[in-house]
């Protein structure tokens, strides 16, 4: 019998005895199995670069178990090795280690793989389908052992899910910095990621799932909030009685109902996973499950004429909501998508027609087919909704590549140019002009001491912060502090906590220095535990996505990186604990680029120095990018904060009469 304690257990790294195999768990919602793309050769490499994890005297007994793997699962995850210990964030305290930054991202990497928290835990994957913390649990393992001898002398550097080692640093350095996916440009297509993957040298980080920022669905509620009620605003419809139709509950898409009920209208969100739907329903952040597409049709008919607030799940395609509401002439007023398109060939989208177990086995056994059958289902789900938004919908893409993989189909979803889409990204139309430009975006926090009362406590400052800053904020940008004041006062009775004890509000430059200096503050005053703070790489300045976070800059520039990198290598000086660059993120391999950072928050003079500088920069990055691509919003707010701050020159673009190229 295993004796260790927890902290003895994180410090042994990998077991010098090899712990006894584990079985399957089928309750655990598990990932699918990956297409077979290797060789035979390579199907070798796979499993030598696998067993360089191990001492040779294992070899023998672990090749056949980990070749069983490959071939059952088209990866090798070491299943073996999955800790015995319940995977959750504990209280910062309770890790072992030299160094408490190093702590905290232990803290934030178990909260990544907690069970109410990942999608597929037992495959370390987050959510998105293949948005993976680590490749194996020996990674996983690895990482935490040198997170516990950690000094602030030193740097863990990551290899997408690979701990290359602790390096000589110094304490201004980040603690770690981590890359996922970084492949020479012409190596990002699908299909070279299902590659590299199985070979264990790659992985998908997806945003947060591998810079151990994710906060559970919550962190994407606010954002979807956000968007649902100004997509109302937009029609100029009350959310009240409103019909909001979209699909998918696993990882960050199961949000939207949740936002839904906060913004107050009807929600239909279709998924055709039995279990994580179950999991969304007992979590409450769906209020019923429907089987049936009648009973569903005649449920949204009564919600709409008693003008309820309610969040229906369909368990089944999304595609057969569309179509059959369509001859129901049931009025829908807002409509997008959140499946994982950016992966649709593994279990990101399910085509219609087909059962969800049956899905699985073709995705594995008869890639092909399967694509065929997947853009088929795109071209229906195009065509059903091109019938409603000739009936008066507004359809936008929620950045999940359903445009860009729709198209590539051959739906009929391009605009009469051939250029552009026939539909807006979310960001074209609502975030990126009314947030992203005035450097609003997703800010987050969360309360290491694992205490309620300190969320709370966090959530009362910020609150105050904001409304002491909207006294003063020009009338530009009174909306969007207004929603957020409105969150952040009802955070609480929306038992919006998945896992940590967590928190995410969008807020600007000024309002994240202010709320992270009052943290910083109240715990060096012993009001409040340790607080680390991050974001979404879904923000200002961290992403570089042509078909999402930039896909409002219009001077031809949305296809370059430049601002994504800027901002890593910026905060990395800056005073970030921890930072991140990934290949990949929401839209697919290939398509973005996208950086992501942690801060610890210890109440020290040092942690108030750089939260200042750091916080700074990450935002106005962004801000003076967009504001060189002529964004009127961004031009507003990078004047207002060179006004602000003396040591910011910004080059500023002198705009062309358009007459004169005509």
Known sequence: MDTKTFQEKIQQGIPNE?????????????????????????????????????????????????????????????????????????????????????????????NNLDYAVAQHPHELITYGGNGAVFSNWAQYL???????????????????????????????????????????????????WEKFNALGVSQYGQMTAGSYMYIGPQGIVHGTTITVLNAFRKIKKETQGGLFVTSGLGGMSGAQPKAGNIAGCITVCAEVNPKITKIRHEQKWIDEVHENIEEL???????????????????????????????????????????????????????????????????AENPDLFKEKVQE????????????????????????????????????????????????????????????????????????????????????????????????????????????IKWIKGAQENKL???????????????????????????????????????????????????????????GSKFTADMAIQNVIGDSFRGATWVSIHNGGGVGWGEVINGGFGMLLDGSEDADRKLKSMLFWDVNNGISRRSWARNEGAVFAIKRAMEIEPNLKVTLPNLVDESLLS
């Open 18 to 110: 090899l712990p006894q195999p584990k079985p399957y768990e089928p309750h655990i919602n598990h990932a699918p199995k990956r297409k077979e793309i290797l060789t035979d050769e390579e199907k070798k490499l796979a499993l030598k670069n696998a067993l360089r994890y191990f001492e040779p005297k294992f070899h023998a007994e672990l090749l056949p178990e980990f070749r069983d793997e490959l071939e059952n699962y088209g990866r090798i995850y070491m299943y073996r090795f999955r800790p015995d210990y319940e995977m959750k964030a504990r209280p910062i305290s309770e890790y072992p280690g030299k160094s408490e930054q190093a702590k905290a991202i232990m803290l934030m990497i178990q």
């Open 142 to 192: 690895l990482t935490m052992k040198y997170l516990s001898e950690m000094t602030d002398e030193q740097t863990l550097t990551m290899y997408s899910g690979h701990p290359m080692g602790l390096f000589p640093s110094h304490k201004e350095a980040p603690r770690v910095v981590v890359t996922n996916g970084m492949m020479i440009p012409n190596y990002s297509k699908p299909d070279d």
């Open 297 to 363: 049709i005649q449920r949204v008919k009564t919600a709409k004429e008693n003008s309820e607030t309610v969040s229906l799940a369909y368990l089944g395609n999304v595609v057969e909501v569309w179509e059959k509401f369509d001859e129901e002439n049931l009025k829908i007023d807002i409509g997008s998508d959140q499946t994982s398109l950016h992966n649709p060939w593994a279990g990101g989208y399910y085509p219609a027609g087909i059962s969800f177990e049956e899905s699985n086995k073709m995705m």
């Open 377 to 484: 289902s795109l071209r229906r789900h195009a065509s059903a909704i091109n019938k409603h938004t000739a009936k008066g919908t507004y359809f936008f893409d929620y950045g999940n590549a359903f445009l860009l993989e729709a198209s590539r189909a051959g739906a009929d979803i391009m605009a009469k140019n051939g250029i552009d889409f026939r539909y807006p990204s979310y960001v074209q139309d609502i975030m990126g002009p009314m947030c992203f430009d005035y450097g609003f975006g997703p800010f987050r926090w969360v309360c290491t001491s694992g205490k309620t009362d300190d969320l709370q406590k966090t959530d009362e400052i910020a609150s105050d912060i904001l409304e002491e800053i909207m006294k003063n904020s020009p009338v530009e940008i009174q909306q969007q502090m207004a929603d957020n």
């Open 497 to 555: 906590v998945v896992g940590s004890q967590a928190r995410i509000l969008y807020a600007d430059a000024e309002g994240r220095m202010k709320i992270a200096e009052a943290f910083n503050n109240a715990i060096k005053r012993g009001e409040i535990g340790p607080v680390v703070l991050g974001r979404d790489h879904h923000d200002v300045s961290g992403t570089d996505s042509p078909y999402r976070e930039t896909s409002n800059i219009y001077d």
